[in-house]
């Protein structure tokens, strides 16, 4: 039991309903099937059927969709906990691609697997139900921003919420965080070229906000990023346990 | 059952699973508490907390965020045999307001109705589950049109995207539909002006495409407009039950 209390998905499903012991082991079974897939090489193509999820455990992963142009929209990013292609799995087609941004581990869940570890406990399919809300609430969020935010607030945004999410999982603090994240992927996911990433992440360094070097996020004065980002982690709902 | 079984929610759900007699009589208890609420009231409001959430039977609403700078952006439209505020329910505070177009007819529904029910029957989960995840493909979509799409695509992709929805609850066709949304709906919901919104659509309505008067959208040529959108509606994932 006390790996499984201590896996990311377990941490972040805390935040939404207080697990009791048949329902970790419930969460147990559901990462039976571990597999690793390396860097670069998709586990999800956009259009594919019956494909399965999973449940990631170690290392970051990005969903993106192919644009008509050829050009990549990076939707979001992934992190230990979060479920990869539960969308997938319940639509017939895949809506977007699903790449592993370094080597991953994870475990594989198809639709059978999750009906009958909700057949097992119905909190559970809330709580599911609760993170697929919580990754609506992002995109919603991300929607409404990109209209209204400058370059500098986008960028500080979107390293203060993925702070907060780490922080969920045990994986960083109001200090920073590490991140294997390239200047591509904040362009992809930004809506910027790669140059216009370098000269906002130098200006919020010159600053004194925030300094991403080295494969590292440090908050070098979190309450002036969150103040020029307008940041408010409500959306992310991780102020404790709703179902007791 | 035989009310229950022409719902728009049960219609909706059908897409996705082949409903039993005792799956019905579930959704049928769902609806036990019905209400009445007046057109432009708000139902939610944005940061509100202890909210119910309603499943909608009759009725258009939009779920809009206002902005810091007062301007609402709205970032969808829910049509019969959709849930309301069902994210609303499962996070602390709401992280946006939900309003009545018209009139509407709406079933209460509380976190506690939706655990017994899914304790009843696990398909019922992954049925909403389902709902949720299709609801956040569609916003996914809207995120990944706006940069690339022009007023004309946008508003052509935002007509015939309400068309598939409401053909799936027997409320619209290729032909057209019923709809009660006005200029400034449309327009924030796709960030454009009222004005802009009004030269849009004659634009649209020269070219023999889709014509929009009177509370009534007509598709004069459904292939062409979806050529303009370059609208593929596999997101939506209406094409028939994945669980037997």
């Known amino acids: 039991m006390s790996i499984i209390q201590d896996s990311p998905l ?5 935040a ?3 697990l009791s012991d048949a329902e970790l ?3 147990d079974r559901l990462h039976q099937r571990r597999r690793s897939f390396v860097a670069g090489r998709d586990l999800v193509h956009q259009g594919q059927s019956d494909q399965a999820a999973y449940i990631l455990s170690e290392g970051w992963v990005c969903s993106y969709k192919i644009q008509p142009d050829g050009s990549r929209q990076i939707v979001d990013f992934q992190i230990p906990g979060d479920f990869l292609g539960l969308r997938s799995v319940l639509l017939h087609t895949s809506d977007h691609s699903i790449e592993p941004v370094v080597d991953i581990q994870a475990a594989e869940v198809l639709a059978s697997d999750l009906l009958e570890a909700f057949a097992h406990t119905p909190r559970l399919a809330m709580a599911v139900l609760w993170a697929v809300s919580r990754d609506e609430a992002m995109v919603v969020e991300h929607l409404v921003c990109i209209g209204r935010r400058d ?6 945004h979107f390293l203060l919420e993925l702070g907060v999410r780490l922080a969920l999982v045990g994986m960083g603090s109001k200090a920073g965080y ?5 200047q591509y ?5 930004l809506g910027l070229s790669a140059v216009h990433v370098n000269r906002v992440l130098r200006q919020l360094r010159e600053a004194g906000l925030v300094t991403f070097r080295d494969g590292h996020v440090t908050f070098d004065d979190y309450e002036r990023l969150v103040a020029l980002a307008d940041f408010d982690p409500a959306y992310l709902d991780q102020t404790g346990p709703l179902l007791k």
């Open 10 to 14: 377990t941490r972040k499903l805390s």
């Open 178 to 182: 590490d991140c294997p994240l390239t």
């Open 25 to 27: 082991a419930v969460l």
């Open 151 to 156: 370059a500098n607030a986008r960028m500080a």
């Open 16 to 18: 939404f309903v207080a």
């Open 185 to 189: 992927h904040l362009a992809d996911a």
